[in-house]
């Protein structure tokens, strides 16, 4: 079955800088959407970033735009997610997901059929 394991959170300081990184195993990405979600405690969960397989197009969420940067690795069926200018605001746990069958992105969690376990982002204030 599919898997999808996140590795790089932690914790650091506003103005800081993070990267995740999320490895798919069992799963095609060159013909899916892969991407980045976070969930604050309280809160909904949100999409934060995306990125097709086949062309390697990048959609990310206005919150982030300019300091986030969603990328891939396809040799290493890998998608990172380069966290610059870190806020508090960012504190969250972030999921990395993927779809399955569709060659196009959405920002819906509904959209995509697996998920990470999560790995947590903390930016104290």
């Known amino acids: 079955q599919v898997q999808l394991v996140e590795s790089g959170g932690g914790s650091v300081q506003a103005g800081g800088s993070l990267r995740l990184a999320c490895v798919a195993s069992?799963?095609?990405?060159?013909?899916?959407?892969m991407g980045w979600f976070r969930q604050a405690p309280g809160q909904e969960r949100e999409w934060v970033a995306s990125i097709l397989g086949s062309s390697g197009a990048t959609y990310h969420a206005d919150s982030v735009k300019g300091r986030f940067t969603i990328s891939r690795d396809k040799a290493k069926n890998t998608i990172y997610l380069q966290m610059d200018s870190l806020k508090p605001e960012d504190a969250a746990t972030y999921y990395c997901?993927?779809?399955?069958?569709?060659?196009?992105?959405?920002?819906?969690?509904?959209?995509?059929?697996?998920w990470g376990q999560g790995t947590q982002v903390t930016v104290p204030s």
């Open positions: 997901a993927a779809n399955s069958g569709q060659n196009y992105c959405s920002r819906e969690q509904t959209s995509y059929a697996y």
């Open positions: 069992r799963y095609t990405f060159s013909r899916n959407c």
